[in-house]
């Protein structure tokens, strides 16, 4: 079983629909949780990043941790076309400057 | 700040032969991640260090695969001798307290 486990897509969505990515992952001693955006043919962006359990917000962004269920969340609200990327869900025990798990990504498109 | 740079962008290469590829960091980052992603294996850390000395090695996949990290501004991973399953994207990153930087990558196919 994968430390992280995100599910590859791909997903399709219509503009402005509201968009829910999921990971799950199996090491209690994860503290903190990211998420990355990957364009096609480009390095994975920072998009968002929280530490332990909760909600943080970011624009039309929100990304949701529940230690308790071993489960994160991101949601993108009011979806745009310029978001069709694939996010990486992403995790370590201490900081980002040292050893991340990556999820395997979920592909995203959102149609005009 | 140009960001993080790795050279070349795209290498093709043949079996046996050897492969280098170059990053440099963000200028005040102090610490250098070397990363292969694929899509059967998605993004895995191959080797990361801190202030030039590597800390973890244990995702370098075999002996034909080393890194060296000689000044804060510049690393090299070479993979020799090359094989096809070697074919990835590989990625440099760079931080600084809570955030990595990707560079753009190196598209890698060994035939």
């Known amino acids: 079983q994968k430390e992280v486990e995100q599910d590859p897509g791909p997903l399709s969505v219509p503009e402005g629909a509201i968009v829910s990515l999921n990971c799950t992952y199996s090491n209690s001693a994860f503290q903190y949780f990211m998420w990355y955006r990957q364009y096609s043919r480009k390095g994975p962006e920072l998009l968002m990043y929280t530490y332990s359990s909760g909600n943080k917000e970011d624009g039309r962004f929100t990304a949701q941790v529940d230690k308790s269920s071993k489960y994160i969340s991101l949601f993108i609200r009011d979806s745009q076309p310029s978001d069709s990327a694939t996010y990486l869900c992403?995790?370590?025990?201490?900081?980002?400057?040292?050893?991340?798990?990556f999820g395997s990504g979920t592909r995203l498109s959102i149609r005009p | 700040d140009a960001g993080v740079i790795q050279s070349p962008r795209h290498e093709v290469t043949e079996m046996g032969q050897e492969v280098t590829l170059r990053c440099k960091p963000i200028s005040g980052h102090d610490y250098l991640f070397w990363y292969r992603q694929t899509m059967m294996r998605g993004l895995e850390l191959l080797i990361y260090?801190?202030?030039?000395?590597?800390?973890?090695d244990s995702g370098m996949p075999e002996d034909r695969f080393s890194a060296k990290m000689p000044n804060a501004s510049f690393s090299t991973l070479k993979i020799q001798p090359s094989e096809p399953r070697d074919s990835a994207v590989y990625f440099c990153a760079s931080s600084v307290a809570d955030t990595q930087y990707f560079g753009p990558g190196t598209r890698l196919t060994v035939l």
């Open positions: 260090f801190n202030n030039n000395v590597p800390i973890d």
């Open positions: 992403a995790m370590t025990t201490y900081s980002s400057a040292s050893k991340i798990i």
